[in-house]
């Protein structure tokens, strides 16, 4: 069984999380300009150190540049991203797992946004950033995820 080109429909939904329960893993791609790709590379160095690689490519197919607005697109398992997005590897990789969060709950069929959806995809992210910052061994990594930690705590949103 081929993963579905979208996952936009109901069936193709099913068939999507039926091949996911059997392990199905995404071959992540990446497309954009030689910049945009090679800063996607350094947060996706980041999301494997924190041991949550393979939890992005069961949900995101690819990661596209795009100049507008970041956002998860669904039906096509796909993060679109603008430049801005991936300035900082750090903020990219713990966006990359957020998405990725969002993307679990829309193919499990759970209410997947608005604000309390919107506050677990935040809580996956901050857990992502813990979990970053105890298994980094670069000082400056760790640094900049006390940065974050400081700046969701003081959000109020989660923490």
């Avoid at 494997?48 to 998860?72: C, H, M, N, P, W």
């Amino acid at each position: 069984m081929e993963f579905p080109e979208r996952t936009y429909t109901g069936e193709e939904v099913k068939k999507a999380k039926e091949l996911i329960d059997k392990g199905y893993k995404h071959h992540l791609t990446v497309k954009g300009t030689p910049v945009f790709r090679e800063k996607v590379k350094k947060a996706l160095e980041l999301v494997k150190v924190a041991d949550y690689y393979e939890f992005l490519r069961t949900y995101i197919r690819s990661i596209i540049e795009i100049d507008g607005l970041t956002q998860l697109r669904e039906a096509d398992s796909a993060i679109w991203a603008n430049r801005y997005a991936v300035e900082n590897p750090v903020d990219a990789a713990s966006l990359f797992v957020q998405k990725a969060s969002s993307m679990s709950e829309y193919l499990e069929g759970v209410l997947y946004y608005g604000g309390t959806a919107e506050k677990r995809a935040i809580e996956k992210r901050v857990e992502f950033i813990r979990t970053l910052k105890n298994k980094s061994r670069d000082g400056e990594i760790v640094a900049e995820c006390d940065r974050l930690l400081r700046f969701w705590r003081e959000s109020s949103i989660v923490y």
